[in-house]
């Protein structure tokens, strides 16, 4: 006989694991399978590029619940499958051993895979991403050997990949394709702030930069040559472009994505155009939302509460204010809003200090702020943006002046 | 090693306790999962308050730095026992402790 779960979860990462807590606590009575490609129970996975890179933390530290819980909580783990087709009429999956699992409501949780490179040797080895335990360890057991590491992309994950490999000791090379690092996410002076952290710690930087090809020698990646032709030697290349979302079965079953498919769309409830079929974490995007993916633990989180909560027939609308952080060396970055769209910067603090908050502004409202080492900012600057906060932009720049006595005039 | 955390809904559970890793590390094994401690003891969340309702004598904890007061003066539930369970380590002389997860915000 087929096997069946009441509630079916895709994916074992934060979305994935969270549903099946919020499930639980949110009364849910039914049988819960949770089925993941990664061979491990649901882990921390921001620490990849952080503490368990740096060596810090060791995996048993990372483990979101401790092994026993899954079971304490009837929640049946599948691990170290991969789904790769799903029928929603017949509400049954298929998994990469052939086999099939039906299910009365499916939760997808599957993140993204890395983008990875277009150009000639991007599957060589030696060339790594850093998505999950196993990309890591792949380049853990490779650095003792590697002096020169060569790292392609300068958003979080590749900066902060770069700030632990200065503080193991390795020669390291930043490459970002545009002309500055972090131009997705964050506004210039933050960018110009990081880059000048990273030089000083020693990471060399280049930017504006075109990758030809990763060259080879002996079958194994000896560096990356550059559009303009310069060859940069590197041991191991770790590539840090962005993700794609982890979305194809859902694709080929119909259900509605976004234009060019950057992410399945959802509703106020994580509801898909499927029937039963519900949609959380980085793989989302929300219909009424920003139009992009929100890729932190946050997001992943809320939306697994979100899911589950509605799953229970106790559906209570999502209202994202997203949150994020970054750790590289010893500066915390704390991000609260969304800068997307923003007109108008505000810096509040000098960068000299390393303590700052820089506010974004649209129409006059702030909608973010990025703060560095600044976590009474990213607290007390969540109101502000919350109202959608009209403030004199001279009392934002005023670090004297607690955002929290700002008077909210909306 | 253990001490003792009181759920919302005012339940105790004994919690075996690891020297060295924070209470809210501590309490996360033990399978309490209404304490969500969202980012991992980055000091980013604060979804791991608690109060410290009992410390044996001779017991210190370490003191709460300028970012964790500043994240806890942000919660509706702020009590002068307040800490954030990813900032406290567990020792030794905490053996037998009692702390309480704060109300959900
Ligand atoms: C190195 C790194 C550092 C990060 N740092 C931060 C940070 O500091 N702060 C922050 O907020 N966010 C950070 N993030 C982002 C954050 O980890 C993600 O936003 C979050 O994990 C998303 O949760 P998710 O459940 O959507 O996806 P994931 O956590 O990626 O989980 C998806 C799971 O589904 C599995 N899967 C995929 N396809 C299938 C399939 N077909 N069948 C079965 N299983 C499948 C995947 O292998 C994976 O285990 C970081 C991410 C990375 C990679
Ligand atoms: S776990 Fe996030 S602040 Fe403690």
């Known amino acids: 006989m087929m096997e069946r779960f009441d509630c079916m979860i895709v994916g074992g990462g934060h979305g994935g694991a969270q549903a099946a807590i919020a499930l639980r606590q949110a009364g849910f009575a039914g049988s819960i399978g949770l089925i993941g490609d990664e061979p491990v129970i649901p882990y921390d996975r921001p620490a990849l590029s952080k503490e368990y890179l740096a ?19 009837e929640v049946v783990l599948r691990l170290g499958r991969r789904v790769i087709a799903l029928d929603s009429s017949a509400k049954v999956v298929v998994c990469d051993n052939d086999t099939a699992i039906g299910y009365g409501v499916l939760i997808w949780a599957a993140g993204g895979e890395p983008r990875p490179l277009s150009c000639p040797g991007h599957n060589l080895s030696g060339v790594h991403t850093i998505r999950n335990k196993g990309d890591c360890d792949r380049l853990l057991s490779a650095l003792p050997t590697s002096q020169h590491i060569a790292v392609i992309g300068g958003g979080y994950i590749g900066l902060e990949a770069a700030a632990v490999l200065r503080e193991l000791g390795k020669e390291v090379t930043l490459l970002e394709a545009q002309d500055r690092v972090l131009a997705r996410v964050a506004a210039e002076p933050v960018s110009r702030f990081y880059e000048a952290e990273h030089r000083t710690h020693g990471v060399e930087i280049l930017l504006g930069t075109g990758i030809s090809e990763l060259t080879a020698r002996d079958g194994a990646v000896s560096g990356v040559r550059l559009q303009n032709g310069t060859a940069i030697a590197a041991d191991q290349v770790i590539v840090g472009i962005g993700i794609m979302p982890a979305i194809g079965p859902l694709l080929a079953a119909g259900a509605e994505a976004t234009r060019g498919e950057t992410g399945i769309l959802v509703d106020d409830f994580c509801r898909t155009t499927l029937p039963d079929v519900y949609c959380i974490g980085d793989c989302t995007i929300m219909r ?11 997001n992943a989180n809320e939306q697994a509460q979100t899911a589950a909560k ?22 915390r970055l ?77 | 090693m253990q001490f003792t955390v009181k759920t919302r809904d005012g339940d105790l559970h004994s919690v075996e306790a690891h020297v060295g890793l924070s209470l809210m590390e501590n309490i996360r094994s033990a399978g309490i999962e209404e304490l969500l401690a969202i980012c991992g003891g980055s000091l980013s969340c604060a979804t791991c308050h608690i109060y410290i309702e009992n410390l044996p004598g001779g017991a210190e904890l370490s003191s709460k730095s300028q970012d964790e007061e500043d994240l806890l003066e942000a919660s509706d539930y702020l009590k002068p026992n307040s800490r954030l369970s990813c900032q406290v380590v567990f020792q030794p002389p905490m053996d037998g402790m009692r702390i309480v997860v704060a109300p959900d915000e």
């Open chain 1, 288 to 298: 009424d939302g920003p139009g992009i993916r929100i890729e932190s633990v946050q």
């Open chain 1, 55 to 73: 060596g810090k933390k060791s995996f048993d530290r990372l483990q979101l619940r401790p092994p026993e819980l899954w079971n304490e909580r």
């Open chain 1, 334 to 410: 704390q991000t609260i809003g969304l800068s997307l769209g923003y007109d108008q910067t505000v810096l509040r603090g000098n960068l000299v200090d390393r303590e700052f908050s820089l506010v974004y502004l649209k129409d006059g409202a702030v909608i973010a702020l990025d703060c560095i080492n600044a976590t009474r900012d990213y607290v007390q600057g969540r109101k502000l943006v919350e109202a959608h906060a009209h403030v004199d932009p001279a009392l934002l720049a005023d670090d004297r002046i607690p955002l929290k006595d700002i008077a909210i005039a909306a």
């Open chain 1, 310 to 331: 509605a799953v229970c027939g106790k559906p209570q609308p999502l209202r994202l204010v997203p949150w994020f952080w970054s750790n590289q060396y010893d500066l």
